[in-house]
């Protein structure tokens, strides 16, 4: 119970960007007789902070290690939720290395098996979506190979955050953003996406 009280703390620190504070309760937590589950719920919230902390090479060690690989697969019931995440948090982490073809196919991944974990209208499923739709943008402006991009499906997300989040929070107003370059995107390139998203980590 503890543990539980500890995570949910942690998970709201992070929303506030309190990372002293996290850093705090995180590293009172007595990791030695944790589970697997437990440890990778861990490395969840340490990923998600040095990837907001503009870290993505850090965070791609933390889901690298050997728990996140073996045993976890998109057709085992049991660790479908740990392969969202995983392609998830890679798929974010490669675009801000700009790892953009890297990136959209992890999170082809990631939003498949959200559909299948969640459901299609989930928060996870839309936000795994916009990030997928960013990686898409940033390859055409890269001049690399053309990626469709769904604009009913990005409205769809858009309106999912709406009603989950605070109308004045940031993944509805990155969301938005996103769906303007998206209705927009003849003769966009990569620079307008950067600046009009680049300002910290988008759709985590």
Known sequence: MLLEWQLVESRMLLAKEDYAGLEKVLGS???????????M????????????????????????SERWIAGISADDTNSLSWFVYRQWLEGVALNEVGEHR???DALSLAEAASVKRFGESHP????????KTYAALRLKGDSGPSVDVDEQRVK???D????KF????????????????????KGRDALEVVSALDRGVPFL
């Open 166 to 185: 605070p109308i004045n929070s940031r993944a509805v107003s990155d969301a938005a953003e996103l769906l303007r370059l998206v209705v927009n995107r």
């Open 160 to 163: 999912t955050l709406r009603l």
């Open 156 to 158: 769809l997300a858009v």
């Open 102 to 104: 890297r990136a959209y």
């Open 29 to 39: 937590i007595d990791r030695r007789s944790l589970s697997t589950d437990q440890l």
């Open 124 to 131: 996870n499923t839309m936000k795994i979506l916009l990030a």
């Open 41 to 64: 719920s861990i490395d969840i919230l340490e990923a998600e902070k040095v990837l907001m902390r503009e870290m993505p090479v850090e965070a791609l060690r933390i889901i690298s």
